[in-house]
């Protein structure tokens, strides 16, 4: 897969996955394409030498894998994690709001969502809908509403002479998306409003909605940009970007070797779930795997996890450690925090710089301010629940949470070379 294939396809794979569920569902045609089977966690498994898998967890966390030739408990894993959440508003469970003839929905804020950038935005719908269908059986469906459906429209200077010094969000009373006008004695309820959406989307014999996990997107799709488009800019590359390289890593690796690609959801509130890194999915999907050897395979695996890192902003550049601020469009991140935030050591950084030196590819390296905080991600976690060594790494990006983020167009191709060539390698150490 050269350069630009990977980018216009990246910019499909954002564009297919508004939620965890649709970016998950979007991995799952992929897989299936290329030959990978599903496994049912409530089934027996028989894995078999040289062949590819995957299982799927509350249809948002996916763990993808090749067998490989060799026996994986002298053999260890090549493995790769990321996640599939995104910072973003929710609908809540009874949402309706009806005020001046206009028909809001109530939202929930998921994760550390950076608000302002949400205003004024063409927003629309999607996730995960729990019904009755018309035959008495409750089934999980998706839906998307694709078009542009709802607004949350800035109040304008004029009312708030302080709006560029000193406005601040109110997420419980200054959010509620506006979706549409009507008549006061209109008792439409948001459930109506879905059942038509799903009718006309998929067609769905439904006698009612019993459940939903639905996220306001941004409308306005993924796109190249600056003048010689050096960027790409999108709603959830953190952390969809490294969900797409770990997929392609893993569809276009040799497969002699045991690999494994993880993406879990709940990785923007603190990853505790039955699907997220905190839980059993991972070591559950290893045990089965390698049944008694699980623990001498993990001692010979290592995990890439892949996450994005803060580039340094020229408007903001005392942000980072002068000889800490990756640059976009120089490479992937290896990130850095003795304090554990991170779950790099020297020896996971090393092999990570060896693999990519070979290759002629760049790196950077980074490590918080001394007088600042320091974010986290699913490595540490993964490291601590399993006792597997741990590199984490990311492509840099600027205004991560915002409703549009950005990253320089050749990072994510230069991290996929390197860890498709990563769960290849004979010899992890
Ligand atoms: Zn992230």
Not at 142 to 167: G, T, W, Y
Not at 194 to 199: K, Y
Request: with cysteine; net charge negative; hydrophobic share 40%.
């Amino acid at each position: 897969m050269e350069h630009t294939e990977f980018n216009n396809d990246l910019i499909e794979f954002l564009n297919a996955s508004p939620t965890p569920w649709h970016a998950v569902s979007t991995m799952k045609s992929r897989l299936d394409a290329a030959g990978f089977q599903q496994l049912d966690e409530r089934e027996e498994w028989a894995l078999e030498q040289g062949r590819g898998y995957y299982a799927i967890r509350n249809g948002s966390s996916l763990i993808a894998f090749r067998t490989g030739k060799n026996d994986v408990v002298t053999s260890g894993i090549r493995m790769v994690g990321a996640h599939t959440d995104s910072p973003c508003l929710k609908v809540k469970p009874n949402p309706e709001i009806r005020r001046k003839g206009f028909f809001q929905l109530g939202v929930e804020v998921y994760g550390g969502v950076l608000l302002n950038p949400w205003f004024d935005r063409d927003l629309s719908l999607a996730g995960r809908v729990t019904v009755l269908d018309e035959d008495g059986k409750v089934r999980d469906t998706l839906v998307d509403f694709s078009k542009p459906v709802a607004i949350i429209p800035s109040l304008a200077i004029h009312l708030d002479r302080e709006a560029n010094s000193n406005r601040s969000v109110n997420a419980q009373t200054d959010l509620p998306p506006v979706v549409m006008q009507l008549p006061e004695t209109d008792t439409t309820s948001f459930a109506d409003l879905l059942r038509e959406q799903l009718v006309s989307e998929s067609g769905l014999k439904i006698r009612k909605v019993l459940g939903y996990e639905l996220s306001f997107y941004d409308a306005q799709g993924a796109s190249s940009v600056g003048l010689r488009q050096e960027f790409l800019a999108s709603a959830r590359l953190d952390n969809l970007l490294s969900c797409y390289i770990g997929l392609q890593s893993l569809l276009n690796t040799s497969g002699d070797e045991a690999a494994l690609l993880v993406c879990n959801d709940h990785e923007e509130v603190g990853s505790m779930s039955a699907e997220g890194a905190q839980g059993p999915f991972l070591g559950a999907v290893l045990e089965r795997w390698c049944g008694a050897g699980k623990g001498r395979a993990i001692a010979r695996s290592m995990i890439i996890s892949a996450d994005n890192a803060h580039g340094v902003h020229p408007n903001f550049m005392d942000k980072h450690d002068e000889n800490h601020g990756p640059i976009l469009n120089q490479g992937p991140v290896i990130k850095v925090n003795h304090n554990q935030r991170y779950a790099t050591n020297s020896r996971s950084a090393a092999l990570y710089r060896h693999i990519s030196d070979e290759l002629g590819l760049p790196h950077q390296t980074f490590v918080v301010r001394s007088d600042m905080g320091c974010g986290s991600t699913i490595g540490p976690l993964t490291a601590g629940n399993l006792g597997v060594t741990t590199l984490d790494i990311g492509v840099p990006q600027f205004a991560m949470h915002s409703i549009r983020e950005m990253i320089g167009s050749q990072d994510g191709y230069t991290l996929y070379q390197v860890l498709r060539e990563f769960m290849q390698r004979e010899e992890v150490f």
